[in-house]
């Protein structure tokens, strides 16, 4: 029998449930057996992809070209999976397929409800997860915070689960805050309280409660926990602060959690394997260098618009046995007060990462400016890319006023421009070019170097580099060293002449994984290094 675990969480959100649901994906991984993941989002959006960063921070892309929720590249990192769209579900994704359903008349003339019909819909997807991988367990984290209206059909859908697939092939896990007061501090338990019986109204009862605070719970509060949650002390367990999230797996199997969920769910577990995670994690928190990467973003105020990107080059500073230091500058700060460009001479690598949209872009054109003509180690991605063949045919090229037909239209010289398939295009949800597209790379270059071979990488984007300047712009010095399969599209830049000056307009931040970075990202922190360093360049 397949097994389920479904993880909730109370208080508030972002308390981290996705690291929670990743890291015990992790403990049972590491025991040989093969989980899979899904993500509930009740919001009523199909998908993240017409969100804005600011509110709900980064879109992750799956190789499918799903436009997922962020949680899901925690999963992939954590286990090394390659999910697919159909493992991120929201409230719009399962209320269109019901609907669909209605107007085919599979229904038979009845009265479509939430109950049975739109519970039955996310069950049977949650269902339908695990059978195509063929896991041994599906976690299921259910987004937001119990107590949430929108919330309420997908909480009741997995309660009906334990009734369906029984007590012993179903797992209740509830996180929530355990916060300590400044004044005195006390741990305070009486929020995790309300939010258990919470969960108790709707008609569940966690199994097992991990309490989410600052430093490891006390026994008092343990006690209280387990008393008020009406589970055995042992069943309780605490993630507390880290110095990294990929410690988390390691300390609750250290509590006992892996254990207490094979033996709960009666898992015939291999003995634990942590040796390849653990070498990982020595290696971000045992550093033998440092640098700092001065990140250029139009959405810096959130961390998490840039989680992926942030965790790439953390992976990639693992590999190099460095500490990756990222300032989140806002890129407009450079256009109001052009001076603080000044201020990126004290970093040792300049990062422009995607983005859409006019907002900010001089101030990025700035950095990418002031890193090529300062031989700073510089790396741009997608937008990155896009506004780094902006700056270098406006000030190489002599094309003063050279744009990208995304922020203006009426450019002389539209040097980026809307990709022809996308002419005509009026809806804005997963209409981009999405998923997975092979990059074919010149032997000899740069992007060979990194990568050894010709790449399949992720790709989110509606604009690229128009052909009709190619010439102009390699005749300057610009090689585009990386294309599309047949040639038409730019895919990877460089600067031969600088010790380190590369852009994609790929996402290689999505299948970055701990152990095995990105190459471009891993190339770039490298080089920072070396700089830093004095060795010559690769």
Avoid at 249 to 265: A, E, S, T
Wanted: aromatic fraction near 8%; charged fraction near 25%; charge should be negative.
């Amino acid at each position: 029998m397949v097994k389920y675990i479904f993880v909730t969480g109370g208080v508030l959100s972002s308390v981290g449930k996705g690291i929670l649901t990743s890291s015990i994906g992790k403990m049972l991984q590491a025991r040989g057996l093969k989980p899979t993941v899904v993500k509930i989002d009740p919001y009523v959006n199909i998908d993240a992809g017409t969100m804005n960063p600011y509110m709900h921070g980064e879109v992750f892309v799956t190789d499918d070209g799903g436009e997922t929720d962020l949680d899901l590249g925690w999963y992939e990192r954590f286990l090394d999976l390659s999910l697919k769209q159909e493992n991120n579900l929201t409230t719009g994704t399962i209320y269109r397929s019901v609907i669909e359903k209605e107007r085919h008349g599979d229904f038979l003339g009845r009265c479509v409800q939430i109950v049975p019909h739109v519970t039955n819909e996310i069950k049977n997807r949650i269902k339908n997860a695990g059978k195509a991988v063929n896991a041994d367990i599906v976690l299921t984290e259910v987004g937001g915070t119990v107590g949430d209206i929108e919330g309420l059909p997908f909480l009741e859908a997995i309660r009906q689960m334990r009734v369906e697939e029984g007590y012993e092939n179903t797992l209740y896990v509830h996180v929530a805050l355990v916060p300590v007061l400044d004044v005195t501090g006390e741990m305070k338990t009486k929020p995790l309280q309300h939010s258990v019986n919470e969960l108790r109204r709707i008609g569940i009862q966690p199994d097992t409660i991990v309490a989410r605070s600052p430093q490891m719970i006390d026994a008092e509060a343990l006690r209280k926990i387990a008393l008020f949650g009406t589970i055995p002390e042992s069943s309780v367990f605490c993630s507390y602060n880290a110095e990294t999230v990929y410690q988390v797996p390691l300390i609750l199997d250290k509590q006992g959690m892996g254990d207490f969920i094979c033996q709960r769910l009666s898992l015939k577990c291999d003995v634990k394997d942590f040796v390849a995670w653990q070498t990982f994690v020595d290696g971000m928190i045992h550093p033998e260098h440092e640098v700092r990467i001065a990140l250029v973003g139009k959405y810096a105020g959130l961390s998490d618009s840039y989680v992926s990107m942030t965790e790439a080059l953390r992976h990639g500073g693992a590999a190099c046995k460095t500490k990756v230091c990222i300032a989140y500058l806002e890129a407009e700060k450079f256009e109001r007060e052009p001076e603080c460009l000044k201020d990126l001479a004290n970093f040792d690598g300049v990062f422009v990462p995607y983005g859409f949209g006019p907002r900010g872009t001089e101030g990025k054109i700035a950095a990418a400016k002031y890193a090529r003509e300062n031989d700073i180690p510089f790396l741009g991605i997608c937008y990155g890319f896009q506004l780094a063949v902006i700056e270098f045919a406006r000030n190489v090229c002599g094309l003063t006023d050279a744009n990208s037909t995304e922020i203006n239209p009426d450019t002389p010289y539209p040097v980026i421009d809307l990709m022809p398939e996308q002419r005509g295009i009026e809806t804005k949800g997963a209409t981009m070019r999405l998923g997975v597209h092979k990059v074919v790379l010149q032997k000899g270059s740069l992007a060979h170097k990194l990568f050894g071979e010709d790449i399949c990488e992720r790709h989110r984007h509606r604009f690229e580099v128009n052909l009709d300047y190619i010439d102009a712009l390699k005749n300057k010095g610009l090689c585009f060293t990386g294309k599309s399969s047949d040639g038409r599209r730019m895919e990877t830049l460089e600067l031969p002449d600088k010790y380190f000056y590369f852009a994609s307009q790929f996402h290689g931040e999505f299948k970055s994984r701990p152990g095995r970075p990105s190459p471009e990202y891993f190339g770039f922190i490298q080089a920072c290094v070396n700089k830093k360093l004095g060795l010559p360049k690769v």
